[in-house]
């Protein structure tokens, strides 16, 4: 009986991680704001918002999981919890930054809206990807990387015994203690 083990593919670097973060997180936010505005002709828009966005962010924990942080499986439902938790704090920082806006400035214009709302998003964002790459889909990187097949671990089917043959006398323990 063979045991087979799947090989994790490397973790991309930093740059194409966020690159990678950027382009599916941003399909996934622009796909998300058409089909919020569809959905919202059907039913009140506070509910259609809540729907999409929680399929949205299983849809990119999902391609975050496979593609932007190397992991090339599906995410485990921990991954989503902890994804959902980043994307709700995200959340709540754009929806803070209005609400200070709107606080300092009686009437903003649209203009200042949008500078603030995306700089509060993009600065969410940047938290989200560290969040993300050094929280959800960390690898153990407490182990030095494997170069090649001899640092791998070996899994046998049945387990294996060593035999230990004593070939010299142990050296008494007053020896063994004593400072050289």
């Known amino acids: 009986m063979e045991t087979t083990q799947r090989r994790q593919q490397p973790a991309p670097g930093a740059l194409t991680a966020f690159a990678r973060f950027v382009l ?7 796909a998300s ?4 505005a569809a959905l919202a002709t059907r039913i009140p828009w506070s509910l259609a918002n809540a729907l999409i966005t929680t399929v949205s962010t299983l849809l990119a924990t999902e391609l975050h ?8 499986a599906r995410a485990t439902w921990r991954q989503h919890a902890q994804s959902a938790g980043s994307a709700a704090a995200a959340f709540a920082l ?16 649209a203009m200042l809206e949008q500078i603030v709302y995306l700089s509060a998003s993009a600065l969410a964002g940047l938290a989200r990807f560290a969040v993300l790459r050094l929280v959800v889909f960390a690898r153990n990187r407490s182990q030095p990387a ?3 097949h001899t640092t791998q671990p070996v899994h046998t089917a049945r387990p294996v015994h060593a035999t230990v043959t ?4 142990p050296a008494a323990p007053a020896t063994l203690c004593r400072a050289a």
């Open 33 to 36: 704001s058409l089909a919020v």
């Open 94 to 109: 754009t929806c803070m930054a209005i609400l200070v806006l709107h606080q300092l400035v009686a009437a903003p214009g």
């Open 146 to 148: 494997a170069t090649d």
């Open 24 to 30: 599916f997180g941003g399909a996934v936010g622009l």
């Open 166 to 169: 004593q070939t010299a006398t």
């Open 65 to 72: 999981a496979r593609f932007s942080f190397g992991a090339g």
